[in-house]
């Protein structure tokens, strides 16, 4: 394990300030690093855009520190959402619900919806807490490039466009948080994440699922399919099937590669430890300049979802 990083409260009330002022601050979260700005600050909000060359397609999620923070941001608060806020706050999942008027279409991409969350990770909730402000924040990285699971992944892709990064060390879920719409009764998975679907449903019941195919019939804002990307080229193996040509790194879960590869790195087998691992494991493996990266695909299983559903992501199709 590295050793824990905790910025000083001084370090928390200067980064707060920067948020209060229309800046921006990458900040850790339990399940990547946010690239944060004053949700109620359009101008703040249109540099998050900026700094990730996102297109305004995408809508950000509103992070805060306390459920009543949440209300301020939505404009309905069903039974569905106090009750998983109580079980699953804070922690890796983003309830999508109607917006309120204070929330800028700039932040949720011209819908009338906006997703909040609250963190679980205590330098994020502190953040929150000291800037007193809701914080609208995606992923610190470019977008399409992978998600950061360190400060030094946040330096490295936009280290020169933030206006201060604060270190709370690796991330320990590692992949991002589920989006789950409540917006008028809908409960529906729109990406999955942190919390499974079978958790969610033990709380409100049947969730349902918007497939790929969905996804491609109504390009909703922001589920661009190839996303978390690396920029070297991936490939999804089974049975250690690695390429014959060029070199590369096998990301091993269970089979070991057929033949030589230049790398190999094994996985933790349970699916959170595995995510925990993925994007870290991703970035390092992108930084040798392989021909490819190929990943042995887990299994289908329900545990397995949110991990595949980022693989198939960040694959080469
Ligand atoms: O774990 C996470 O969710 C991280 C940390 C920083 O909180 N954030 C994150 O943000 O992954 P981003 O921007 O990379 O992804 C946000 C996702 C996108 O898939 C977006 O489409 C969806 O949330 N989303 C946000 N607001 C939405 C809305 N109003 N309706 C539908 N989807 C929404
Ligand atoms: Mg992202």
Not at 31 to 39: E, F, K, P, S
Request: proline share 8%.
């Amino acid at each position: 394990m590295e050793k824990p990083h905790s910025p000083s409260r001084a370090e928390i009330e200067y980064a707060a300030s920067l948020l209060r002022a229309g800046r921006l601050v990458a900040f850790p979260t339990e399940t990547v690093y946010g690239l944060g700005a004053n949700a109620l600050d359009e101008l703040a909000v249109r540099r998050i855009f900026e700094a990730k060359s996102r297109p305004n397609t995408s809508p950000i999620i509103v992070h805060v520190s306390s459920v009543e923070m949440a209300q301020t941001v939505v404009a309905e608060w069903p039974e569905t959402a106090q009750l998983l806020a109580q079980k699953f706050w804070p922690g890796p999942l983003t309830l999508v619900l109607k917006k309120q008027p204070a929330i800028s279409s700039i932040v949720t991409a011209g819908l009338d919806t906006v997703g909040v969350r609250m963190p679980s990770h205590p330098v994020a909730l502190a953040l929150i807490e000291a800037a007193q402000l809701p914080v609208a924040a995606p992923s610190a990285n470019r977008f399409t490039q992978l998600s950061p699971t360190t400060a030094a992944h946040v330096g490295e892709g936009l280290g020169n466009l933030i206006d201060h990064i604060l270190d709370g060390g690796p991330c320990t879920v590692g992949i991002e948080s589920t989006v789950l719409s409540l917006a008028e009764g809908a409960q529906i998975v729109l990406r999955p994440g942190g919390v499974s679907r079978s958790q969610i449903a033990e709380v409100i019941g049947p969730v349902q699922v918007r497939t790929e195919a969905a996804d491609e019939a109504h390009p909703a804002p922001g589920m661009h399919p190839r996303h978390y990307s690396p920029r070297t080229k991936l490939l999804l193996v089974r049975d250690g099937n690695v390429p014959r040509e060029g070199i590369g790194g096998y990301v091993q879960l269970r089979t070991p590669p057929e033949q030589g590869v230049r790398e190999v790195v094994e996985m933790p087998r349970d699916a959170a430890g595995y995510a925990a691992d993925l994007y870290r494991v991703l970035h390092d493996l992108d930084a040798r300049g392989y021909d490819w990266i190929a990943v042995e695909v887990p299994e289908e299983l329900a545990e397995w979802e949110a991990v595949r559903d980022r693989l198939r992501r960040a694959a080469d199709k």
